[in-house]
């Protein structure tokens, strides 16, 4: 199975802070990444699909970038509402895969 | 609009079965591939399965294989998760997930929890 490895595990920031989570691949996977955010007690919620393409209705200081094995989420300028925790998630081949998880917190 | 409801947790006792069902709406339930995630109390994401939009293929995470299985009734707009051999650290919330080609697990369930304990 394809092992996603994201990092870093937790991080403090403040609003308007630009802020990068990474996921990396244990092979090849193109573009297939997808980003999710889940805030406490909700189900997560699609933001970014193949790396880099922006869900509908997400604001667009979330973006994505990456291929092959190293892949970036970033917030540009973050907002109060955007501390919670992200996943990245391998949509590559079966078994899926999801990241461990960074969980973004206020400083 | 789209809506995903599971239902079918609760307490269960180790080794017993468990079928979970997640009831769609709002959307074309028969063109679209379903996953099933959980998240253990506290932890993170873990996919489970996936049922192809007609059901004729699927696919586990390899700790559930041959315990875990996935259906789908495309008359009933209804998928489902029937759990075996159940073990502590099933415990977990279970989500369902749709998914149509390139664009992966667009819209979720708000979970169902199932609590494996004697």
């Known amino acids: 199975a394809i092992q996603m490895t994201q990092s870093p595990s937790s991080l403090s920031a403040s609003v308007r802070d630009r802020v990068t989570i990474n996921c990396r691949a244990s092979q090849d996977i193109r573009d297939a990444v997808a980003w999710f955010q889940q805030k406490p007690g909700k189900a997560p919620k699609l933001l970014i699909y193949?790396?880099?393409t922006l869900e509908t209705g997400v604001p667009s200081r979330f973006s994505g970038s990456g291929s092959g094995t190293d892949f970036t989420l970033t917030i540009s300028r973050l907002q109060p509402e955007d501390f919670a925790t992200y996943y990245c998630?391998?949509?590559?081949?079966?078994?899926?895969?999801f990241g461990q998880g960074t969980k973004l917190e206020v400083k | 609009q789209v809506q995903l409801v599971e239902s079918g947790g609760g307490v269960v006792h180790p080794g017993r079965s468990l079928r979970l069902s997640c009831a769609a709406s709002g959307f074309s339930f028969s063109n679209y591939a379903m996953h099933w995630v959980r998240q253990a109390p506290g932890k993170g994401l873990e996919w489970v399965a996936v049922i192809s939009y007609d059901g004729t293929k699927y696919y586990y995470a390899d700790s559930m294989k041959g315990r875990f299985t996935i259906s789908r009734d495309n008359s009933k707009n209804t998928l489902y998760l029937e759990m075996s051999s159940l073990r502590g650290e099933d415990t977990a919330v279970y989500y369902c997930?749709?998914?149509?080609?390139?664009?992966?697990?667009?819209?979720w369930g708000q979970g169902t929890l199932v609590t494996v304990s004697s």
């Open positions: 998630l391998q949509d590559h081949s079966y078994p899926r895969t």
């Open positions: 193949a790396a880099s």
């Open positions: 997930a749709r998914e149509m080609l390139g664009l992966p697990l667009d819209s």
